[in-house]
Protein backbone atom coordinates (compact mmCIF):
# COMPACT_ATOMS: atom_id res chain seq x y z
CA UNK A 1 0.00 0.00 0.00
CA UNK A 2 1.45 3.73 -0.84
CA UNK A 3 2.03 5.99 1.64
CA UNK A 4 -0.91 7.96 -0.42
CA UNK A 5 -3.71 5.40 -0.04
CA UNK A 6 -2.76 4.82 3.22
CA UNK A 7 -3.37 8.90 4.25
CA UNK A 8 -6.42 8.91 1.93
CA UNK A 9 -8.14 5.58 3.99
CA UNK A 10 -7.31 6.92 7.45
CA UNK A 11 -7.16 10.52 7.41
CA UNK A 12 -4.40 12.85 8.40
CA UNK A 13 -3.18 15.70 10.20
CA UNK A 14 -1.18 18.57 8.33
CA UNK A 15 0.15 21.96 10.75
CA UNK A 16 1.63 24.72 8.74
CA UNK A 17 3.29 27.45 11.17
CA UNK A 18 5.54 30.42 11.38
CA UNK A 19 5.60 34.13 12.60
CA UNK A 20 2.86 36.74 11.35
CA UNK A 21 3.32 37.44 7.53
CA UNK A 22 5.52 34.00 6.97
CA UNK A 23 2.93 33.18 4.38
CA UNK A 24 0.40 30.15 6.33
CA UNK A 25 -2.88 31.31 5.74
CA UNK A 26 -1.63 31.82 1.95
CA UNK A 27 -0.42 28.16 2.16
CA UNK A 28 -3.83 26.68 3.57
CA UNK A 29 -5.78 28.28 1.19
CA UNK A 30 -3.60 26.74 -1.66
CA UNK A 31 -3.72 23.44 -0.36
CA UNK A 32 -7.27 23.54 -0.29
CA UNK A 33 -7.70 24.56 -3.59
CA UNK A 34 -5.85 21.94 -4.57
CA UNK A 35 -8.09 19.66 -2.36
CA UNK A 36 -10.93 21.34 -4.81
CA UNK A 37 -9.36 21.04 -8.07
CA UNK A 38 -9.24 17.41 -7.45
CA UNK A 39 -12.21 17.76 -6.52
CA UNK A 40 -12.50 16.81 -2.99
CA UNK A 41 -15.54 18.42 -1.03
CA UNK A 42 -13.52 21.16 1.43
CA UNK A 43 -14.81 23.01 4.16
CA UNK A 44 -12.80 25.86 5.94
CA UNK A 45 -13.62 27.09 9.56
CA UNK A 46 -11.66 29.88 11.55
CA UNK A 47 -12.03 31.92 15.13
CA UNK A 48 -14.56 34.19 15.36
CA UNK A 49 -12.11 36.31 17.19
CA UNK A 50 -10.49 37.19 13.45
CA UNK A 51 -12.55 39.75 11.80
CA UNK A 52 -8.99 41.71 10.30
CA UNK A 53 -10.29 41.39 6.46
CA UNK A 54 -13.80 39.43 6.44
CA UNK A 55 -16.39 37.60 8.50
CA UNK A 56 -17.21 34.63 6.67
CA UNK A 57 -13.73 34.33 4.61
CA UNK A 58 -10.20 33.87 5.30
CA UNK A 59 -7.81 36.15 3.93
CA UNK A 60 -4.49 36.06 3.77
CA UNK A 61 -2.39 39.55 4.47
CA UNK A 62 -2.02 39.64 0.29
CA UNK A 63 -5.98 39.49 -0.06
CA UNK A 64 -6.11 36.09 -1.52
CA UNK A 65 -9.49 34.24 0.20
CA UNK A 66 -11.45 31.40 0.32
CA UNK A 67 -15.17 30.80 2.33
CA UNK A 68 -15.17 29.89 6.13
CA UNK A 69 -17.70 28.92 8.85
CA UNK A 70 -16.64 31.33 11.79
CA UNK A 71 -16.84 29.57 15.08
CA UNK A 72 -16.82 31.03 18.58
CA UNK A 73 -15.74 27.48 19.79
CA UNK A 74 -13.92 24.41 18.03
CA UNK A 75 -16.60 22.07 18.82
CA UNK A 76 -19.26 23.82 16.47
CA UNK A 77 -17.13 22.21 13.87
CA UNK A 78 -19.26 19.35 14.18
CA UNK A 79 -22.63 21.25 13.85
CA UNK A 80 -21.33 22.52 10.12
CA UNK A 81 -19.54 19.46 9.23
CA UNK A 82 -21.11 18.37 5.66
CA UNK A 83 -20.51 14.17 5.74
CA UNK A 84 -19.60 14.73 1.88
CA UNK A 85 -16.51 16.92 3.47
CA UNK A 86 -13.20 15.08 2.85
CA UNK A 87 -10.66 18.08 3.47
CA UNK A 88 -11.03 20.30 6.67
CA UNK A 89 -8.93 23.78 6.89
CA UNK A 90 -8.66 25.92 10.16
CA UNK A 91 -7.02 28.78 10.14
CA UNK A 92 -5.56 31.00 13.38
CA UNK A 93 -5.53 27.63 15.02
CA UNK A 94 -3.85 29.61 18.06
CA UNK A 95 -6.85 30.99 18.76
CA UNK A 96 -8.69 28.48 20.02
CA UNK A 97 -9.06 26.59 23.13
CA UNK A 98 -6.80 23.05 24.11
CA UNK A 99 -10.03 21.62 22.69
CA UNK A 100 -8.90 21.52 19.33
CA UNK A 101 -6.38 18.90 19.46
CA UNK A 102 -9.08 16.05 20.40
CA UNK A 103 -11.47 16.80 17.76
CA UNK A 104 -8.50 17.65 14.87
CA UNK A 105 -7.95 13.78 16.03
CA UNK A 106 -11.26 12.88 15.63
CA UNK A 107 -11.52 14.21 12.15
CA UNK A 108 -8.45 12.55 11.20
CA UNK A 109 -9.90 9.52 12.66
CA UNK A 110 -12.81 9.41 10.68
CA UNK A 111 -10.30 9.53 7.37
CA UNK A 112 -10.44 13.52 6.74
CA UNK A 113 -7.59 15.30 5.98
CA UNK A 114 -7.06 18.25 8.18
CA UNK A 115 -5.21 21.24 7.30
CA UNK A 116 -4.12 23.82 10.16
CA UNK A 117 -2.76 27.32 10.18
CA UNK A 118 -1.72 29.52 12.88
CA UNK A 119 1.12 30.77 15.44
CA UNK A 120 3.57 28.70 17.05
CA UNK A 121 5.16 31.40 19.23
CA UNK A 122 3.70 34.53 20.90
CA UNK A 123 4.72 38.02 20.62
CA UNK A 124 6.86 37.20 23.54
CA UNK A 125 8.73 34.46 21.35
CA UNK A 126 6.81 31.67 23.51
CA UNK A 127 5.12 28.86 22.28
CA UNK A 128 1.47 29.82 21.55
CA UNK A 129 -0.75 26.76 22.67
CA UNK A 130 -2.40 24.44 21.14
CA UNK A 131 0.14 25.10 17.97
CA UNK A 132 2.57 23.14 19.54
CA UNK A 133 0.90 19.90 20.30
CA UNK A 134 -1.21 19.89 17.09
CA UNK A 135 2.59 20.23 15.75
CA UNK A 136 3.86 16.91 17.62
CA UNK A 137 0.36 14.70 16.66
CA UNK A 138 0.61 15.89 13.14
CA UNK A 139 1.41 13.79 10.15
CA UNK A 140 3.21 16.45 8.27
CA UNK A 141 4.80 20.16 9.77
CA UNK A 142 5.74 23.25 7.53
CA UNK A 143 7.84 25.77 9.09
CA UNK A 144 6.96 29.07 6.77
CA UNK A 145 9.55 32.27 7.50
CA UNK A 146 9.01 36.12 6.48
CA UNK A 147 11.31 38.56 5.90
CA UNK A 148 12.75 40.74 9.14
CA UNK A 149 11.31 44.10 8.62
CA UNK A 150 14.60 45.51 10.30
CA UNK A 151 16.93 43.42 7.83
CA UNK A 152 15.73 41.71 5.56
CA UNK A 153 16.98 38.39 6.92
CA UNK A 154 14.49 35.07 6.95
CA UNK A 155 12.08 36.02 10.58
CA UNK A 156 10.67 33.64 12.53
CA UNK A 157 9.32 35.50 15.25
CA UNK A 158 6.09 38.35 15.60
CA UNK A 159 7.22 41.71 16.86
CA UNK A 160 4.40 43.28 18.32
CA UNK A 161 4.62 46.98 17.84
CA UNK A 162 1.60 48.42 19.43
CA UNK A 163 -0.73 47.66 21.57
CA UNK A 164 -1.23 46.28 25.33
CA UNK A 165 0.36 43.34 27.07
CA UNK A 166 -2.33 40.20 26.05
CA UNK A 167 -1.01 37.45 24.66
CA UNK A 168 -4.22 37.51 22.19
CA UNK A 169 -4.63 41.18 20.57
CA UNK A 170 -6.06 40.75 16.39
CA UNK A 171 -4.67 43.10 14.40
CA UNK A 172 -2.10 42.96 11.72
CA UNK A 173 0.65 45.23 9.87
CA UNK A 174 -0.55 48.03 12.55
CA UNK A 175 0.36 46.40 15.28
CA UNK A 176 3.05 43.64 14.59
CA UNK A 177 5.96 43.07 11.64
CA UNK A 178 8.05 40.12 11.42
CA UNK A 179 11.21 40.04 12.83
CA UNK A 180 14.18 37.46 12.79
CA UNK A 181 16.19 36.34 16.11
CA UNK A 182 18.61 39.33 16.10
CA UNK A 183 15.93 42.18 15.55
CA UNK A 184 13.43 40.12 17.87
CA UNK A 185 12.76 41.73 21.38
CA UNK A 186 10.05 40.45 23.90
CA UNK A 187 8.29 43.48 24.68
CA UNK A 188 6.05 46.26 22.27
CA UNK A 189 8.97 47.68 20.29
CA UNK A 190 7.55 50.81 18.76
CA UNK A 191 10.28 50.61 16.27
CA UNK A 192 10.49 54.11 14.32
CA UNK A 193 11.60 53.65 10.68
Same mark, same amino acid.
Given at each position: ???????????????????????????????????????? $???? &?? +??????????? #? !????????????????????????????????????????????????????????????????? $???? &?? +??????????? #? !????????????????????????????????????????????????????
Amino acid at each position: MSEFSYFQTRGWIEVIVGSMFSGKTEELIRRTRRAEFAKL $KVQV &FK +PVIDNRYKEKE #V !TSHNLNTVDAIPLNHIEEIWDHLSPKTRVVGIDEGQFFDPSIVQVVQDLADRGLRVIIAGLDTDW $KGRP &FE +PMPTLMAIAEN #V !TKQHAVCMVCGAPASRTQKTSGGDSQIEVGAAESYEARCREHFVAKVDQRTV
